[in-house]
């Protein structure tokens, strides 16, 4: 393993200044916090599993040692224990140079969590590298991290690089080669700042929307939807901050890089460092483990290879890519295809056909068996007669004879398959049971087994509870143990998205078609392409601008609704009134409403509550409006400063008065008088909102005509007033 | 080359009032004392394009502007006049005269484009790609945005809220998106981008309304979509847009080519497929699109929307406000010079006064008299004017037959012909319409002057 590494150390140190100040750290995220890999990640780290016979972890940190970075923090937290004994049994705590230092965490639920805790530990003291310990990589960091610090002397604010890589564009083939979901990016082609990401792409939206701002500062900006998310990044100090400044930022990308990206405040900025020919790959799910297995093999992420990483232990590369270890027993009838590896001490009978698969160690695998596409893991027995395709078959697992494995199947650690028993496609099986209460919060891996606790249950089974599970043995055929797990509700049709089985054809034709259609709709639904402004006819015109007011509308009842609510709270609880205000005035800010608005509401909700109120005459509904009002008053009043205020509740009135109490239509004149005493309600207004209604419709001026002879009297008086003042 | 050229020269536009009027339409706006038709058409001729249409609104202004052509143009362009009623739009004008487009491409050129790029480039892109349509592009011009006036770059984001977002593909040749606004969010379409990978959004271009049309594409559209008003916002958009799915157009296509796409679409599938997985490359994204994965009946079309981006050195402008009508004037004297066809004959010297001087960058009209101690500066003085002493011109147009009294100065302002100007006038970034007298000892600062419309 050291072999590679003094090429490496060489060429980092070309700047011996930079490395002076601090040596180069990294954070190594050993917990993906997602649930993609169970079952298998109930019983042991994801960082664990082997990959090609070698823990992920192990390519993780070999890469980031010949990357020349000295000092690695690993934070765990699911299974911290595995993880922690497994470095300190392993070479990397013994490194000359390199330092792996391990920071529990038994309450983690993200990678944001995981950054703040870092954060507080206060280890990191300059430009780290941020991975995830399922990331397998060959390229050079020389270049980015010069790009990097180079960047950072002329700008404070770019506190990220983040690595892409060039693939196919169309999400067919992401979907089928690391079975991530498409990527759209945008980047300034020349500073090669990132723009926009959009990972979680929303096949309902056919399109993407880019600020106009984004555009009017950068008079040429690429969209890229044949990038690759290679998850290294390099961050700045700051980036742990931030982290910290904002709680809830969890996800790396989907809070922390779109937070940055929307955020014009801070104007902190994010590049990117495109790689071209070296390798670089995150296995995120059952499908990019596959695929990254057969890169592996195929000595895509040479130097770390199998052969070279273990080093000393004889593997040898034979011809078409076949990985032999020095004592594997095999039949001579036994025929190996290409692109296989067998590990020491497995065992092969007569007639077997294994090809593109990985077994691991210390197997017995019987006669006649096919396997295709697999992985198996150590310690596995399979007995004659048995058949796989594109599974993964974890340690100890029993395959009795004449057992079938249909694509994409997951056996867990320890299972038993019952004779001649056909596993159908895409199950998951573990001696565990299921979850039965998925974690509504899918940011939750393993949160139902911390750190130890899946070793010590998978311990128990092995003895104690092992006698109750043959009950269940049916699932799994004659002497099979285990459970098939249910795939959840509307799950099921993803389950080909990330299983480790290729993608039937049926399926991926389906692919391209439901992408068709939704382009279809698209594209007769005037509306959404004329939204971008490319079509402008007037039907579309309007379209937009009712959403807009839909919207609107909704917001505004609902606001009524929570000032109502508050108003009773405040009638009931005998709020004071100053409170009340508060409260109301919180509200306004949070549904983002004017003072006109809060008037009209209140007024509503003060009308509503006498309307409620038992009584038997209009007289009865009059005096409980007027105590209502009187008590109340101050409430009101503080929301209605101007004259235009005041129309608004009168106007308020009038709709009440024709939709929903209209008890209160033969009042009116009442009220408003009422209103006018508590000087609630001045003249101006009143008078006003007269001669605003004398040029409306007819049936408009129903409420003016009843309370002409008010208007008529308040007239009077103004003139009075003013031959007075004369 | 079978390219049948439509020039689309407009009449009477409202935002060069009062400089244009019915006597004197827009497409014999003098620029340099030259009709500014003659700079398109002369470009054209140069690009041996000489089947024309010229289009213009109103039967008068087609009497002017057809004896105007066959004055100059006489045996050199073969050139018809086609009258169409004023405000049905660009799209509205070709469809009026879509019986008369009989070539194979017809190329769409607005007749107020002032360019020294040369046409015959864009036909020639056009015809490489067998596209449905080309647009050319140019950049944005140095001289400051045309049509936000004088305000300069101020306010960015409103600068660029008159020109174009335009997608392009890697190679410069597609032409992926357009939107002609920037006011609200710019929205891109994924399935375009799922088709190239990667799109290069450009701010920095700007449409020069040249377009080439494959005519049957062109008519066909124009049929359909009758509602259609505008080549630029609204054609053009659609054409972008449903380049890849293009089931509306193309109909015509034999019906043999058909049936032989059918024959190998189910072979193709599994092609395509395996093309997919392979991660093999693909010659153009057309390419792929135009390959049907389900193999089912139909095969999808698509036609390729091209762009030709002129090189950025190039000069183009079009001449659709007073803003624009000033720079083109001041860089066709200047920078642009190049521009100015031999055709555009100064005539016998104008007589100057003693101590008159002529900057550079200034045309003087033949027959057009100064008096004494004048000075005139960067500008332009058309012929037969009579022009007093003590005059100060300076970044300024004066048309033909103009008269100016004794010690007026003129300041970047534009004086429309037969005006006269008594004495000691002072205008500054004024407009003078035709006929209009303005009278002695008068100052005018930014205003517009003219004759009430009888």
Redesign the interface.
Same mark, same amino acid.
């Not at chain 2, 981008?193 to 920095?204: I, K, P, T």
């Given at each position: 393993m050291g072999a590679q590494k003094k090429g490496a150390t060489a060429r980092v140190s070309e700047d011996p200044e930079e490395l002076a100040r601090h040596p180069l750290q990294a954070i190594l995220l050993a917990d993906s916090f997602t649930t993609k890999f169970r079952p298998i990640t109930l019983e042991r780290p994801k960082v664990l599993l082997p990959l090609v016979n070698i823990p992920m972890i192990n390519y993780t940190l070999a890469w980031l040692e010949s990357a020349g970075v000295e000092e690695v923090f690993v934070f765990c937290c699911a299974h911290s224990k595995q993880v922690i004994g497994y470095l300190e049994s392993s070479e990397w705590s013994s490194q000359p140079n390199f330092s792996v230092t391990t920071i529990e965490s038994h309450n983690s639920i993200s990678a944001g969590d995981a950054l703040r805790l870092i954060y507080e530990r206060n280890v990191i003291h300059g430009d780290f590298v941020l991975i995830s310990g399922d990331t397998v990589s060959n390229m050079s960091l020389t270049q980015a991290l010069q790009e990097h610090k180079d960047r950072r002397k002329k700008d404070a604010n770019a506190i990220m690089t983040m690595v892409v890589k060039q693939s196919k564009p169309s999400p067919i083939t992401q979907q089928s080669r690391l079975g991530t979901d498409e990527l759209f990016m945008a980047i300034n082609p020349v500073t090669k700042q990132l723009l926009y990401y959009e990972d979680k792409a929303e096949y309902s939206k056919g399109f993407i929307s880019l600020d106009k701002t984004l555009i009017a500062d950068n008079p040429s900006v690429i969209l890229h939807n044949d990038k690759q998310d290679c998850y290294i990044d390099i961050c700045s100090q700051e980036v742990l901050s931030l982290f910290t400044d904002n709680f809830d930022y969890q996800h790396l990308r989907r809070h922390f890089v779109k937070g940055l990206l929307v955020d014009d405040i801070m104007g902190y900025k994010i590049f990117t460092h495109e790689i071209h020919s070296s390798y670089a790959a995150r296995i995120d799910n059952f499908r990019s483990y596959d695929t990254i297995s057969k890169d592996i093999i195929q000595r895509w992420t040479y130097p770390f290879v199998p052969d070279v990483l273990c080093g000393s232990s004889a593997i040898k590369v034979e011809r078409q890519g076949t990985y032999r270890a020095s004592d594997v027993t095999l039949s001579r009838s036994a025929q190996l295809g290409s692109f296989i590896f067998i590990g020491q001490g497995t065992k092969i009978g007569n007639d077997t056909k294994i090809s593109h698969s990985v077994i691991g160690e210390r197997c017995t695998i019987g006669s006649n068996v096919t396997i295709e596409g697999s992985y198996i893991w150590n310690n596995v027995t399979i007995e004659d007669g048995c058949q796989l395709r594109n599974a993964i078959v974890c340690d100890g697992v029993i395959l009795k004879s004449g057992a079938v494995l249909q694509p994409g199947v997951i056996l867990s650690f320890k299972v038993v398959v019952g004779q001649q028993f056909v596993v159908p496609a895409y199950s998951k099986v573990s001696l565990l049971q299921q979850p039965t209460q998925q974690d509504s919060d899918e940011e939750l891996e393993y949160a139902d087994s911390t750190s130890g606790t899946g070793e010590l249950r998978s311990d128990k089974l092995n003895g104690d509870i092992a006698p109750d599970l043959s009950e269940t043995a049916s699932e799994l055929g004659t002497g099979g143990v285990g459970y098939i797990w249910k795939v959840f509700e509307g799950a099921y049709d993803e389950e080909w998205r990330h299983s480790v089985a290729p993608i039937p054809t049926d399926k991926l034709v389906k692919l391209m078609l439901d992408r068709d259609e939704d382009e279809e709709l698209l594209t007769q639904d005037g509306n959404v392409i004329s939204a971008s402004g490319e079509l402008k006819t007037v039907s579309d015109g309007n379209g937009s601008e009712d959403d807009d007011n839909e919207d609107s509308r909704d917001d505004y009842v609902s606001f009524e609704k929570e000032v109502e609510a508050t108003f009773l709270r405040a009638v009931h609880e005998n709020v004071k009134v100053d409170l009340a205000v508060l409260e109301v005035n919180a509200l306004r800010l949070s549904y983002n409403m004017a003072s006109v608005d809060c008037g009209g509401a209140i007024f509503y909700s003060m009308m509503k509550l006498a309307v409620e109120s038992p009584h038997n005459s209009a007289s009865e509904l009059h005096r409980n409006a007027a105590d209502i009002v009187t008590t109340w008053q101050k409430l009101l009043k503080s929301f209605l400063h101007d004259i235009d205020e005041e129309i608004e509740v009168i106007l308020k009135f009038e709709e009440m008065c024709l939709e929903s109490a209209k008890e209160f239509a033969a009042l009116f004149p009442q009220i408003l008088h009422l209103l006018y005493d508590k000087e609630i309600l001045h003249e101006d207004a009143i008078l006003r909102w007269a001669d605003e209604k004398e040029g409306a419709d007819e049936s408009d001026k129903v409420f003016l005509k009843r309370s002409e002879k008010f208007i008529q009297w308040l007239r009077e008086a103004e003139e009075e007033e003013e031959e007075e003042d004369e | 080359m079978d390219f049948q050229v439509v020039v689309l020269a407009g009449g009477n536009s409202k935002n060069l009032t009062p400089l244009v009027s019915k006597e004197l339409p827009k497409p014999l706006l003098p620029v340099a004392n030259c009709p500014v038709l003659n700079y398109v058409l002369h470009q054209l001729e140069q690009s041996n394009l000489k089947d024309l249409i010229v289009v213009v609104e109103g039967e008068d202004t087609a009497l002017l502007v057809g004896a105007w052509i066959s004055g100059t143009f006489i045996d050199r362009l073969h050139v018809e006049i086609a009258a169409v009623p004023e405000d049905i739009g660009t799209a509205g004008a070709l469809r009026a005269i879509s019986h008369h487009l009989t070539a194979k491409d017809i190329l769409v050129v607005s007749g107020d484009l002032v360019s020294d790029v040369p046409p015959g480039a864009l036909a020639a892109t056009h015809r490489r790609h067998d596209a449905a349509v080309t647009t050319m592009l140019c950049s944005i011009p140095v001289s400051g945005p045309l049509e936000s006036g004088s305000s300069g770059g101020k306010d %960015?984001?409103k600068k660029?809220g008159r020109y174009n977002?335009i997608?392009l593909d890697p190679s410069k040749q597609f032409l992926l998106h357009?939107? @002609?606004?920037?006011? %609200?969010?710019? +929205?891109?379409? %994924? !399935?375009i981008?799922?088709?190239?990978?990667? &799109?290069? &959004? !450009? $701010?920095?271009l700007m449409d020069a309304h040249m377009y080439a049309f494959k005519r049957s594409v062109l008519q066909e559209v124009l049929d359909i979509k009758d @509602?259609f008003q505008s080549l630029k916002?609204?054609v053009l958009?659609?054409l972008v +847009? $449903?380049q890849l799915?293009s089931e509306a157009l193309l109909n015509r296509t034999p019906q043999g080519e058909e049936n032989s796409n059918e024959k190998v679409s189910s072979q193709n599938?599994q092609a395509f497929?395996s093309r997919?997985?392979a991660?093999a490359s693909t010659p153009s994204f057309h390419g792929l699109y135009s390959e049907n994965?389900?193999g089912s009946s139909s095969t999808r079309k698509t036609h390729k929307c091209c762009v030709y981006i002129a090189s950025s050195s190039s000069y183009c402008v079009r001449l659709n406000s007073i803003q624009a009508f000033m720079d083109i004037n001041r860089d066709v004297t200047g920078d642009a010079d190049h521009l100015l066809s031999p055709n555009n004959i100064i005539g016998p010297s104008p007589k100057l006064g003693t101590k008159t001087t002529v900057g550079p960058n200034c045309r003087l009209g033949e027959g057009s008299e100064m008096g004494d101690k004048c000075q005139v500066k960067r500008s332009i003085i058309g012929r037969h004017c009579r022009i007093g002493s003590h005059v100060k011109a300076v970044n300024s147009v004066v048309m033909n037959h103009v008269t100016i009294g004794d010690g007026c100065i003129i300041q970047g302002s534009v004086i429309c012909s037969n005006v006269q100007l008594q004495e000691r006038v002072v205008l500054k970034d004024c407009q003078v319409g035709a006929g209009f007298v303005v009278t002695a000892g008068s100052e005018y600062k930014a205003e517009s002057l003219a004759k009430k419309e009888k």
């Open positions: - | %960015k984001a660029l977002i997608g357009i939107a @002609t606004e920037i006011e %609200k969010d710019a +929205r891109i379409s %994924k !399935r981008l799922h088709a190239v990978g990667q &799109m290069e &959004m !450009r $701010s920095d @509602t916002e609204d958009p659609y +847009r $449903s799915k599938n497929i997919i997985l991660n994965p389900d």
